[in-house]
């Protein structure tokens, strides 16, 4: 720093009472003896006075009522009914559907029918023997996870494609 700056930072210091008594006086006799103390001191001072001398403005005692006025002017957000395409809701809301159910009935045809106590069923029909295998193997439950994967992929494709149509409607 130069000693311009140090100068001042020394006067601001005793001016806002900083340090200890020992600088104030060390700072007190240059200014009382030094000329460039004393005129960068009666500048500071000036300053010093300025500042706290400026009046603060009081907000009106209606002030949040203004504010909430002004506010009730503006344009309020729509409700989501009318910014919500419903037809992206169903479309999340089948992909899911479809999704429990195939793992519905994987997992029922994981199951070891054969294991219960009595060999009729209350339908008729013995399902310990049918044979769910043939139907539900590996390849089948992958085909099905691809088969959704890309539906929904699918459906975020279009969902997109409607948004950037709208942004461009609303700019142009």
């Not at 720093?1 to 020394?10: G, L």
């Not at 559907?97 to 009595?118: E, H, K, P, R």
């Not at 060999?119 to 193997?137: P, Q, R, V």
Request: no cysteine; proline share 1%.
């Amino acid at each position: 720093m130069n000693q311009q700056q140090e100068i001042e930072i020394r006067i601001w210091d005793y001016i806002d009472g900083l340090g200890n008594a020992e600088e104030r006086s060390v700072i007190k006799n240059m200014i009382a003896n030094e000329d460039i103390w004393r005129l960068k001191y009666s500048e500071l001072l000036d300053v010093h006075k300025a500042i706290y001398s400026v009046e603060l403005e009081q907000p009106s005692l209606r002030f949040t009522r203004n504010v909430m006025d002004e506010i009730a002017r503006t344009h309020i957000a729509p409700a989501t009914k009318k910014y919500i395409n419903q037809r992206v809701v169903y479309g999340i809301a089948v992909f899911f559907i479809t999704m429990i159910i195939g793992f519905l009935t994987y997992g029922i045809s994981q199951i070891d029918w054969s294991s219960g106590a009595s060999t009729e069923s209350s339908i008729g029909i013995d399902l310990g023997k049918i044979d769910f295998s043939k139907m539900f193997n590996n390849t089948f439950v992958n085909v099905f996870m691809m088969m959704n994967i890309i539906l929904g992929l699918m459906l975020l494709d279009r969902y997109l494609n409607n948004k950037k149509k709208q942004f461009f409607s609303e700019n142009t």
